[in-house]
């Protein structure tokens, strides 16, 4: 079974600044996808970044990219030029490449906060 | 494109009674829908796996007898909490997945969740 690891609960960061969240997995497939996805207080989840395992070069979706690495297991978030909107619950999550319906496992997910 | 709706949003019921919770994608057909349930400040954690026209598959610990689950068309699915109880009461999120242009995978897109609460 495949786990995912959020460490750090909270973070707090002040707007402008750059944060990084910390994941990190624990599979034995060798191709799958792994997502960060933001909760905000309206409990809507949304896509903000996702990577193909195959793939070497790390995702970036404008102020959001993350450090891939596939060998020690590490998909890290990277927020830069942080703003009040960033605030949220952010959920690492891992899938399978099953060629069919894959399932989502989530980490337990880290509240951010930015601050003015 | 790809919105996926819940109704209702919030629902409040008394105790041993039944709730319906409907999933539907609104501008693309799902195959398969999932279902979540999230207790205040935790994660997603999944309960079923719903394929269009066939019985939905449980994970571990999930009573299939007390969360039906429905998936008759590939735009609609449906839970139901059967014989509520307070213990029950928490927020109730469905996904439905579709091919992603360029990827070997379907996205999962999420629906804005259903508040249970049970008296």
């Known amino acids: 079974a495949q786990t995912v690891t959020q460490s750090q609960p909270e973070m707090s960061v002040q707007e402008a600044e750059t944060v990084t969240l910390s994941c990190t997995y624990d599979?034995?497939?060798?191709?799958?996808?792994l997502f960060w996805y933001k909760q905000p207080p309206s409990r809507q989840m949304i896509l903000v970044i996702r990577?193909?395992?195959?793939?070497?070069q790390n995702a970036t979706e404008n102020r959001f990219s993350v450090n891939f690495q596939k060998a020690a297991k590490s998909f890290s978030l990277k927020i830069s030029d942080s703003q009040l909107g960033d605030t949220a619950m952010y959920f690492c999550?891992?899938?399978?490449?099953?060629?069919?319906?894959?399932?989502?496992?989530f980490g337990t997910g880290t509240r951010l906060q930015v601050t003015l | 494109g790809a919105v996926v709706s819940q109704h209702p949003s919030w629902v409040i019921c008394k105790s041993g009674t039944s709730v319906k919770i409907e999933c539907r994608s609104l501008?693309?057909?799902?195959?398969?829908m999932f279902w979540y349930r999230q207790f205040p400040k935790q994660s997603l954690m999944l309960m079923a796996t719903?394929?269009?026209?066939?019985?939905?598959?449980?994970e571990q610990g999930v009573e299939k007898d007390k969360f039906l689950i429905n998936h008759a068309s590939l735009t609609l699915s449906t839970l139901t909490v059967t014989s509520a109880h307070p213990e029950d009461s928490s927020f109730y999120i469905c996904?439905?997945?579709?091919?992603?242009?360029?990827?070997?995978?379907?996205?999962?897109?999420f629906g804005p969740g259903t508040r249970l609460t049970v008296l």
């Open positions: 996904s439905a997945d579709s091919a992603t242009a360029g990827t070997s995978y379907n996205e999962q897109f």
């Open positions: 599979t034995s497939e060798s191709n799958y996808y």
């Open positions: 990577q193909e395992a195959y793939k070497q």
């Open positions: 999550a891992f899938m399978t490449d099953t060629g069919t319906a894959s399932k989502l496992t």
């Open positions: 501008d693309f057909q799902a195959t398969t």
């Open positions: 719903s394929n269009e026209g066939s019985k939905a598959t449980y």
